[in-house]
């Protein structure tokens, strides 16, 4: 997902998101994670943002569990309006920029349920593919290594 994020800030010949998580946007994240948003912003905005404090991560397959961060850094990660809001790091991209989604046919449900909307917040371009491995969520990279390389080979091959 920070790959999205990056391509779209940053001159970049494409991109490669592999197993794209949660998007931190949607109504499951803002529903788990939402009150630590507000603890965080408040930290930051007391002057505490860099002071360690006991924030919460979210996973779908695990449910939220404690974590130990700096509010400012924390929320670089799950602010809503962040870097891991995948649907407008999409969207921010150019179209100049060609990705390569690897969306594992076994990938965890809601991943594969979101599939076609973020596929298709894609910015139009001749190179952009969706690869469906027939893969979990974590053997999506190695599932998807031969793909991965014949893509970087023809997107390398279209550079000047």
Sequence with gaps: MF???YGGKRPVD???AI???????NQVFRKELGAVVDQARRLVAEGKGHEKARLSDYENAKGSFAVTSAPAAWLTWF???GAMNQLKSAKA???QV??????PKNDYP??????????DALPRHALTRMAEPDASHIDAPSAAREEIARWIAEVAGTQK
């Design 19 to 25: 197993a794209p998580g949660g998007n931190v946007a």
């Design 110 to 119: 809601g991943l594969v349920r979101i599939r076609p909307m973020m596929f």
């Design 3 to 5: 790959a999205l994020y």
């Design 14 to 16: 494409g991109v490669i």
């Design 93 to 95: 991209l150019g179209p």
């Design 79 to 81: 602010d809503p309006d």
């Design 98 to 103: 060609p990705v390569l989604f690897v969306a």
